[in-house]
């Protein structure tokens, strides 16, 4: 498989959500593929632990502009659910890849996955790949 050139990574400021930006960054620098970050509160709400503050985006810009890797960070306080801005900013770029990352579930919850999960891999346009964080 050759490098996407263009990967759009679901972030959350949580272990999940830096091991979807690790996994895109190993991809990007493997090519020369350009992320764009996208990052929401759960149903736009801005105080939702999902959200990430100025201060998690702002050391995000900086390591991968440290890297080298060209970026976008997307942020959409009106969001209507995380899944839908994933969605939208694949396609408004086109991608070749996305990455989520999946929190670890007890064994109901491994019934389903999130419902913002679930939506991405079940909608997106391109292939996703989810990514579970270290132990």
């Known amino acids: 498989m050759t490098a996407p050139a263009t990967i759009v990574v679901g972030y959350v400021p949580t272990p999940e959500g830096l ?3 690790e996994y895109a960054v190993d991809e990007a620098q493997r090519g020369t593929a350009r992320l764009v970050i ?13 959200f990430a503050t100025p201060t998690d985006l702002d050391a995000l810009a900086g390591r991968l502009t440290g890297l ?8 959409a306080p009106q969001a209507i659910s995380p899944a839908e801005e994933i969605l939208q900013a694949a396609s408004d770029v086109d991608a070749d890849l ?3 990352g ?10 389903f996955l999130g419902s913002s999960s ?18």
């Open 98 to 100: 996305i990455v989520i």
């Open 118 to 135: 679930q939506q991405v891999i079940l909608d997106a346009a391109c292939p996703v790949v989810a990514v579970k964080r270290p132990d």
């Open 38 to 50: 996208v990052n929401s509160g759960v149903r736009g709400y801005d105080s939702d632990p999902a």
């Open 19 to 21: 091991a979807a930006v």
């Open 68 to 75: 080298g890797i060209e970026h976008e960070i997307r942020q």
């Open 102 to 111: 999946l929190r670890r579930r007890s064994p109901v919850g491994k019934l």
